[in-house]
């Protein structure tokens, strides 16, 4: 007679830690190896910026192992090697630019880095269960919408290198978009999951696509005018992009009909055609992507085209951490990061740190397809196809696959709204990622602890 029993799965915290540990190590290693490169010394202050960036990853370490003990034990290690790598690039810019300690981006971009880590620990207290969030589904799209017009606002709307997508408040700049870009995830699985059987209904079929019904068409057409829109008035080519990718995605998703793909798509040229007609800096964008050298692109901006010959000098190993000049190429400490870490590290390393992100949203998905409701679902696939979907605008950009877009790297750009809202991200998908690998209570067991309080609530 063969029993069945079950197996409580372990949590993987002690896998994690190990992986934390070795992560917090190469980003270690990377800095003195930049110390040594550029000065033959030892970096200043390596044992308290090596053990307070240890402090901070394992502080949040304990977090997980006491609020989401079943998280996905690899996704905090790969984002803690990302941007403490991210870390050793942008001060390795500092000291190309002659910029001291105090007054260098890298220092900024830590406390950055350490507030991000402690926004994040407050999520996870905070979201006990991913499901409140779809309680707020169109709270979370009007705040949505209304971050993404904000920089538009005349007193607090500020515009920088030709697109208005940041607010100014004093000394202080912050990129709402970036936080716009979760609010509009959730509001999506949110609305996905009430809707998604009306826009799987089958319409006409045509050129073997079974098309959705017209009356259905409201939603996508929606958000490809506001697209558009974004487009328009605040010359953020990415934002636009990655606003309607992310919409397109998680609507396929939802409805698994490969006709809302072949839609987006049709939309997606037609709009970008629309735009190359009618705005000048969208022609100047294509001209830097097909004719980078150019006397015509290289009059108008060198900057990808110093990217593309720092990746070139880099060649298959790289230069060396500290042997390159990535401080030719403008603003190679966030929207050139890419290519700063081709000329130093070579190809293969930066397929490694390629590879690194393909990991972080496989596992995204992952938790996307373990986890039993539909939101749940939806909320996790549409946040790990936003990264990958960034990752792709960003590398695409600086290696002329597409236009320049002017997003920047995940976890490893200099920018404290980016850290932020990226660093928000993990700590959702934790969270849902805990509720995924939870073990689900035994049927005997739960209807025992039933009856048992029923036996309690009975007793005078």
Same mark, same amino acid.
């Given at each position: 007679?063969?029993?069945i029993?079950? /197996? ?9 830690l190990i ?12 800095y003195?190896?930049?110390? #040594? ?16 960036y ?16 079943? &998280?996905?034990? #690899?996704?905090?290690?790969i984002?803690? #090697?990302?941007?403490?790598?991210? =870390? /050793?690039?942008?001060? !390795? ?33 905070? =979201? ?42 004093g ?33 006409? +079929? ?6 959705? !019904? ?5 939603p ?14 605040? +010359? *953020?080519l990415?934002?636009?992009? #990655?606003?309607?990718?992310? @919409?397109? &995605?998680m ?5 698994e ?13 037609a ?11 969208v022609?100047?964008r ?6 980078? @050298? ?30 390159? +000049?990535? *401080? ?12 700063? @870490? ?15 992100? $393909? ?25 790990s196809?936003?990264? $990958? ?7 695409g950009g ?20 980016s ?7 993990? &700590? ?13 209570? *035994? $049927?005997?067991?739960?209807? &025992? ?12």
């Amino acid at each position: 007679m063969s029993i069945i029993s079950s /197996v409580a799965p372990r949590s993987g915290r002690t896998t994690e830690l190990i992986l934390l540990l070795g992560a917090v190590g190469i980003v270690g290693l990377a800095y003195v190896n930049l110390g #040594l490169a550029t000065s033959g010394t030892l970096p200043p202050g390596l044992v308290a910026v090596g053990v307070g960036y240890l402090a901070v990853s394992l502080a949040f370490h304990v977090v997980l192992r006491w609020k989401a003990k079943y &998280a996905d034990p #690899l996704i905090l290690p790969i984002v803690t #090697l990302l941007n403490g790598l991210g =870390l /050793v690039m942008i001060h !390795r810019v500092d000291i190309a630019r002659g910029r001291e300690i105090a007054d260098g981006v890298a220092l900024r971009q830590l406390m950055w880095s350490a507030l991000a880590v402690a926004i994040a620990t407050a999520v996870l207290f905070a =979201l006990r269960d991913h499901r409140l969030l779809r309680r707020y589904t169109w709270i979370a799209g009007v705040a949505g919408f209304a971050l993404l017009l904000l920089p538009l606002m005349p007193i607090i709307g500020n515009s920088e290198y030709g697109s208005r997508i940041w607010i100014r408040l004093g000394p202080l700049s912050f990129q709402p978009g970036e936080v716009a870009k979760l609010l509009l995830a959730a509001f999506f699985a949110g609305y996905l999951v009430q809707t998604r059987d009306a826009l799987s209904l089958a319409g006409r +079929r045509i050129l073997g696509l079974t098309l959705p !019904r017209a009356r259905d068409l409201g939603p996508i057409l929606i958000a490809w005018l506001a697209s558009l829109s974004v487009l328009v008035f605040e +010359r *953020d080519l990415g934002s636009s992009l #990655l606003f309607f990718g992310l @919409f397109v &995605a998680m609507l396929y998703v939802a409805t698994e009909r490969v006709s809302w793909i072949a839609i987006g798509m049709g939309l997606f040229v037609a709009g970008a055609y629309l735009a190359y007609l009618t705005f000048g800096h969208v022609q100047t964008r294509v001209l830097l992507w097909l004719h980078t @050298f150019s006397p015509e692109a290289l009059q108008t901006s060198d900057q990808l085209a110093k990217g593309l010959m720092g990746m070139a000098a880099g060649g298959m190993i790289g230069t060396g951490i500290g042997r390159g +000049r990535p *401080d030719l190429t403008y603003l190679a400490e966030s929207d050139f990061i890419v290519p700063s @870490f081709g000329e130093e590290l070579g190809m293969i390393g930066l397929f490694a740190i390629l590879a690194l992100y $393909a990991l972080l949203v496989e596992r995204g998905l992952r938790t996307s397809l373990g986890t039993r409701d539909g939101f749940g679902k939806l909320l996790a696939a549409g946040l790990s196809f936003s990264m $990958a979907l960034q990752c792709f605008v960003v590398v695409g950009g600086v290696t002329r696959v597409i236009p320049l877009t002017g997003l920047t790297m995940p976890f490893m750009s200099a920018g404290g709204s980016s850290l932020l809202a990226n660093w928000t991200l993990v &700590a959702i998908l934790l969270r849902i990622s805990d509720h995924a690998r939870r073990p689900v209570p *035994d $049927a005997q067991e739960t209807s &025992a602890v039933g009856a048992a309080h029923t036996q309690v609530v009975r007793l005078p």
